[in-house]
């Protein structure tokens, strides 16, 4: 949060300069914004070095100063919320509840549709106590061909584009049951975006093991969170991602 605040300070202390420094800003029903706007006005805002935007009309909410809200008009322009909602699958594995709380989190910012990945065989408390070298979720992390079987299958996963494709962290790495989703369905076309929670440890070694696991048309770079990561965090990861995904069509 402290974080956040520090930011937004940045933020706020930016809009303010640049709106002394812009010429007068014109109408703004009249412009037709783009992907490269959006992108403009997001740089802009996360104080990301951009080109000279001075000139550029992007106040559409028309209180002189650049601001989170109207990056959030400007993208509702340049993409109908139908357009966002229909391709977009957000899966998830989550024995605690954490990583679940931020799929839900993305579903709320993207309208997707959600699949959670439940075990054949569910994990009680004893599967996971990690503290017990021979509980189930340590047996299977020490063992790479271990396929833990799922109990449901994603209908239509063909019509999906875009799949968020969220886990814990066990041992440094995704469970294996991330691995028997992987090998279940083609991914070939897709754009799969890994997402994680954990106790500390980093996406990079899953995200390594995902892009061997599959064939993935593109696999952009994962996030990982804290179980208590705040929404604006989240949301502001999920426009980004937007961008970059407009931007590979
Ligand atoms: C078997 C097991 C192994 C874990 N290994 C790690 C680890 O290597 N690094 C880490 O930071 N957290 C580790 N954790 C903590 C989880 O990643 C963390 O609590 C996560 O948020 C749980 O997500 P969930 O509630 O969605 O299941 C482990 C937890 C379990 C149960």
Redesign the pocket.
Known sequence: MKKLAVISCVLMSICSMMSAVSPVIAENTETEYTIDDVKNLQDFLLAKPTEDLSGKNYDLDGDNTWTVFDLCLMKREVIPPDDEQENTLVVYF???????KIAEKIVDFTGADIFEIEAKIPYTDED?A?NNSTCR??QEQNDKNCRPEIAQSVDNFDSYDIVYLGY?????EEPRIIDTFLESYDFSDKTVIPFC?????GISTSERNISELAEIGTQLEGRRFS?NADSETIQEWVNSLFVEVKQEE
């Open positions: 989550s024995r605690t509840g954490n990583t679940e996971i990690y979720a340590n814990p962290i066990w041992w440094g929670t954990s106790g500390s440890s179980a």
